[in-house]
């Protein structure tokens, strides 16, 4: 089945911005930025803040807009069920304001903080983007 999905991805630097909190998919083991699709009357802001928080036990705030993302060669994946998905994903920068890392959850086979320049290799390539766009850019980026 091929469907359409609204999702968020939520990127936590640490205070140099040097680092970048990412988590390993219990689905798949791939690393990963935090998110997932909004619940029935969420913002899309009030959804990262929980998806960070459940994935990785800190508790944010969203601080900017960083981009939407809907490149299909990029976010046009498939499940291991079969089912055929796009997409269209709010990135957001977050600032940690409590809470303390939980290495396993429900979701989360690890959790850690990556140096920007030594990113493990089994990243999503279009979280790569993202971060590179959070990086870079000061306003918020189409894609």
Same mark, same amino acid.
């Given at each position: 089945?091929?469907?359409?999905?609204?999702?968020?991805?939520?990127?936590?630097?640490?205070?140099?911005? %040097?680092?970048?909190?990412?988590? +390993?998919?219990?689905?798949?083991?791939?690393? @990963?930025?935090?998110?997932?699709?909004?619940?029935? %009357? #969420?913002?899309?802001? #009030?959804?990262?803040? +929980? #998806? /960070?928080?459940? #994935?990785?036990?800190? +508790?944010?705030?969203?601080?900017?807009?960083?981009?939407?993302?809907?490149?299909?060669?990029?976010?046009?994946?498939?499940?291991?069920?079969?089912?055929? /998905?796009?997409?269209?994903?709010?990135?957001?920068? *977050?600032?940690?304001?409590?809470?303390?890392?939980?290495?396993?959850?429900?979701? @989360?086979?690890?959790?850690?903080?990556?140096?920007?320049?030594?990113?493990?290799?089994?990243?999503?390539? +279009?979280?790569?983007?993202?971060?590179?766009?959070?990086?870079? *850019?000061?306003?918020?980026?189409?894609?």
């Amino acid at each position: 089945m091929r469907k359409t999905s609204p999702g968020t991805i939520g990127v936590v630097f640490d205070a140099l911005r %040097g680092k970048v909190l990412l988590h +390993r998919l219990r689905d798949n083991g791939i690393w @990963s930025l935090p998110g997932g699709r909004p619940d029935f %009357g #969420e913002t899309f802001v #009030e959804a990262t803040e +929980r #998806e /960070v928080h459940e #994935e990785t036990g800190l +508790r944010v705030h969203a601080k900017r807009l960083i981009g939407v993302y809907s490149d299909p060669n990029l976010f046009i994946f498939e499940y291991s069920d079969g089912n055929e /998905v796009q997409a269209f994903a709010v990135a957001i920068e *977050c600032i940690v304001f409590d809470g303390n890392i939980i290495p396993v959850s429900e979701e @989360s086979l690890d959790v850690r903080w990556f140096s920007i320049k030594r990113l493990p290799s089994s990243l999503m390539q +279009r979280h790569r983007l993202v971060i590179r766009d959070a990086l870079e *850019c000061t306003s918020a980026v189409l894609r």
